[in-house]
């Protein structure tokens, strides 16, 4: 009988759509997922402080269509991430994430985001005391430095040393993080993309998995990367232009072809409004503000996305704004 090689199993962090403040939320994921099965979502940064004193459930309700879904966490006393991490399994998340990314000086005044990657130790101590509370895998989101720091030893030592508490999956953002002088926006476009140092970690640490994040825009681009690490993670691209998650289930999952429509995934999505609405009062337009680049670059683009966006529509029912958006798509269509 022939044998027939086994191809290893594909990581789970193969690809993934970055947590992004105010844009990743469940309303978002449930686009995304609409529009690719096997992409990893990950939630908005969530702090331990508002787990432990806001609302549990404002802050960890997610819709059962997203998994596979991965909670982020931002904070810093291992006994808060512990505790955070292990509500974040009972409420059912696949991956517990710590984020030593984010630059805000919000995050750096509660001692967490990026500043955490000065204090290895502290990040290892957290790290521990999330893999004894829970049974998922806890990752870490991290930068290849922060300030001026272009030293490949700062983020090797990093991942050595968390690793040794039981990490052993890393995002790498593949830029510094300026804690001083620079905005959050200005953080993910100003220090210069150095993906070789996400690759040579790969290299020097080959037991771990890595995916590399920052910049990454085409699927060529998502490829090129797989030749070098075991997974990619796109941010902006996949927000502002979500169209292109419906090709990654066939290109990197030997998934068979996409049939969706924008069409019937705007359907999709005026159904789920309707339902979000009878859930819990969630106005439409809190969900409908993800959807905006659905039809990015297509003719009639521009007046579908005013139409969804008109304030002057909110108290209409989605359906109806629907049925003035499509009328606008075909209007521009024909005349253009």
Known sequence: MEHIPSHPPLSPWRLSVAPMMDWTDRHCRYLHRLLSKHTLLYTEMVTTGAITHG?????????????????QLGGSEPA?????????????????????????????????GACLMAEPQTVADGVK????????????????????????????????????????????????????????????EIPPLRYELAHRLKRDFPQLTFGVNGGITTNEQIADHLQHVDGVMVGREAYHNPWLLTSWDEAFF?????????????????????RAFQEDGCPWYAIARHMLGLRHGLRGARRWRQIWSDHRLKPLPPREVWAMAQEYVGLEAETT
């Open 55 to 71: 609302s549990v459930q404002r802050h960890l309700r997610f819709n059962a269509e997203e998994h596979p879904v991965a909670l």
């Open 80 to 112: 808060d991430l512990a505790h955070a991490a292990r509500l974040g399994e009972q409420w059912g998340y696949d991956e517990i994430n710590l984020n030593c990314g984010c630059p805000s000086e919000r995050v750096q005044r509660g001692a967490f």
């Open 129 to 188: 005391a999330m893999v004894d509370a829970v049974s998922i895998p806890v990752t870490v989101k991290h930068r290849i430095g922060i300030d001026k720091v272009e030293s490949y030893d700062f983020v090797r030592d990093f991942v050595g040393t968390v690793s040794e508490a039981g990490c052993e999956v890393f995002l790498v953002h593949a830029r510094n993080a300026w804690l001083q002088g620079l905005s959050p926006k200005e953080n993910r």
């Open 254 to 274: 030997g998934a068979a072809p996409s049939t969706a429509t924008r069409e019937a995934v705007e359907e999709q999505m005026v159904t789920y409004m309707e």
